[in-house]
Every structure is written in structure tokens, then in C-alpha cells.
């Protein structure tokens, strides 16, 4: 099988997962901070969202330069975090409609001005950058909801939560 669907199955899935988890956060909860050095609930929410649209803003060009193409999402509310998500699963998909083998195959760089973070091919992009980065920080936001007496729903099976239903 192509990458192309492969990968667009797993955004989608990640997509997915990430709103069940946003649908069980309030407004309120946006400014929980649990450490000094932490980020808000709000701030991680925002990041892990914009991950999803690194899909798009991210791989679709050579070279991603956090001084010049990093804009951090200050987005205040809950429904709209949901809804730039899933702008980001629409736009994924049309964007990556358009790659082809040699398209995924291709350098990629990730920078900071003048220093190299990252060079490697845009499906490695796509799995280390891109995924593992969102999924360990959607990890976090369950330590941030557990922290807060939220129940959490199942992401790759049923929840502690959801199992004492």
C-alpha cells in the first residue's frame, strides 16, 4: 500500500483521538498550570492541535523554520480548539491527496534560523516530528485531566474511566 493512505488513515485516528479527549475539557480548565515550569492545559491543548496541522504547514515545504514559520496557537476556548482540529483533518487530506512516493521520500529540514534541528526524509518527518511529538504531548493533557478529576476516554482501548462504567 501507498503511504499517502496509510498516513491519512493515522491522522485521521489521531485526529479522532485527540477530540474525544478536548470534548471532555471545559473552559475553565484552560488555565490549570500543575507546575511552575509547566505549560496551561490551555497552551498544551493549543500545541497539540497545531501539531496536527504540521501535516500541512510542516512537510509541505523543504525547509520549516521555527523564527520565521512558527506561529504558537493561542486559541481560548475549547470549541474552537475542536474546530481548528478538525479544519486540520479536512486540510490534511487535501493536501496530502497531492503527495506522491518521491514527494514523501523527499529532504526535509527543520531549523531555528541559522541552526539544524532535524534533516531527514518527509515520512520520517511525519512519524518522529510530527506524531510522536503530538502523541507524547496528548499523553501529558491525560496526566493534566487525570490531575483534575476528569475521566478520561479510552484512546487505544477502554480507560481506567471507562471500564468502572
Known sequence: MELTPLNMIEIDREITNTKRLLEKIEDQHLTYKPHPKSMTLGELANHIVELHGWV????????YDFHKDYQPSKI????????KLESFREESKLVLEK????????????????????????????????????????????????????????????????KSS
Open 76 to 83: 481560548d476556548n475549547v470549541a474552537q480548539l475542536i474546530t
Open 56 to 63: 500541512v504547514e510542516g512537510i509541505t515545504k523543504e525547509v
Open 99 to 162: 503527495f506522491s512516493a518521491s514527494d514523501w521520500d523527499a529532504d526535509w529540514k527543520l531549523m531555528a534560523g541559522e541552526h539544524l534541528i532535524a534533516q531527514m526524509p518527509k515520512v520520517a518527518s511525519f512519524r518522529f516530528i510530527i506524531q510522536n511529538h503530538l502523541i507524547h504531548h496528548r499523553g501529558q493533557l491525560t496526566v493534566y485531566m487525570r490531575l483534575l478529576d476528569i475521566p478520561l476516554p479510552g484512546i487505544y482501548g477502554p480507560s481506567a474511566d471507562e
